[in-house]
């Protein structure tokens, strides 16, 4: 068994005009005309591949099935009602695309932007992960108390500089919202503000090991991705429970450079 990922790119225009093709696939299919909006769904649809061709799908197939199962969705929805929240339509972008796919379609994920996607399941129709990215800088030095000082320079190498150094952290909280019976009521401003209150504002330009009481030299954890990861994950589990509409927070994943990133629960 294994699970194959399709990212299709397209832009719904405004004017609800015919499907249009330029010449620029990689840009998304149809292309920006105007003041458009440009959207990418990720597919993942489970199975075997052929034995003899090694396709479990033909990815042609996948991006038929989202021009023509879910475009015309979007596009009526950004016409007809552009103050909806994006969760509630990924129950019909999911049955659209799945009508036109053999393949079982195990989940859909829509990312409105590089930053900001949500994203259901087909095991679990009636509630959506909304994911969003945020950044804060914060400086940070590696250190353990119950080892030399040598033993520290020796393990944490430069992330041991006694003065410390600097990241521009970027953290994702994935949030589970239900969609049924009339939708939650925690919105993506609801997340905005709770990890602005609970993280942001605690950990952003401040140096983790002198100004924080979760990474305090003195008793403090040692401010490592993947303790700054868990922390912000118990800072904000309890805020996003207390709100109004049954949001539960699954993971947070904070990167410290492009290259180094940690999810927690894993």
């Avoid at 299709?8 to 005009?17: D, H, I, K, L, T």
């Avoid at 949030?175 to 709770?194: K, M, W, Y």
Wanted: hydrophobic share 35%; aromatic share 8%; glycine share 8%.
């Amino acid at each position: 068994m294994l699970e194959l990922r399709r990212t299709v790119r397209f832009s719904v225009n405004p004017g609800r005009s015919a499907p249009i093709r330029g010449d620029n696939g990689y840009a998304g299919v149809p292309p920006m005309r105007g003041l458009g909006r440009h959207y990418e769904l990720t597919v993942a649809c489970g199975g075997d591949a052929d034995p003899a061709t090694g396709y479990f799908i033909n990815i042609k197939d996948i991006d038929r099935a989202v021009r023509t199962g879910a475009i015309p969705v979007l596009t009526a929805a950004c016409a007809e009602r552009p103050d909806a929240e994006p969760g509630t339509l990924l129950p019909e972008l999911l049955r659209g695309v799945q009508a036109h796919l053999a393949s079982p379609v195990r989940s859909l994920r829509w990312h409105l932007s590089p930053y900001y996607s949500v994203e259901m399941a087909s095991t679990d129709p009636h509630r959506v992960l909304v994911r969003q990215r945020f950044e804060f800088a914060a400086a940070h030095r590696l250190h353990c108390p119950t080892m030399t000082q040598e033993e520290n320079r020796a393990y944490f190498g430069r992330c041991n500089n006694p003065a410390g150094h600097g990241h521009n952290y970027v953290v994702e909280p994935c949030v589970s919202v239900p969609t049924a019976p009339q939708g939650s009521s925690f919105s993506l401003a609801d997340l905005e503000r709770a990890v602005s209150a609970t993280v942001l504002d605690r950990f952003d330009h401040k140096h983790l090991n002198i100004d924080t009481v979760e990474f305090r030299t003195d008793g403090g954890l040692n401010p490592s991705v993947e303790n700054i990861a868990r922390v912000c994950f118990e800072l904000l589990r309890p805020v996003v429970a207390g709100a109004p509409g049954g949001a539960e927070l699954r993971c947070v994943t904070v990167w410290e450079t492009e290259k180094t990133s940690c999810t927690y629960p894993g």
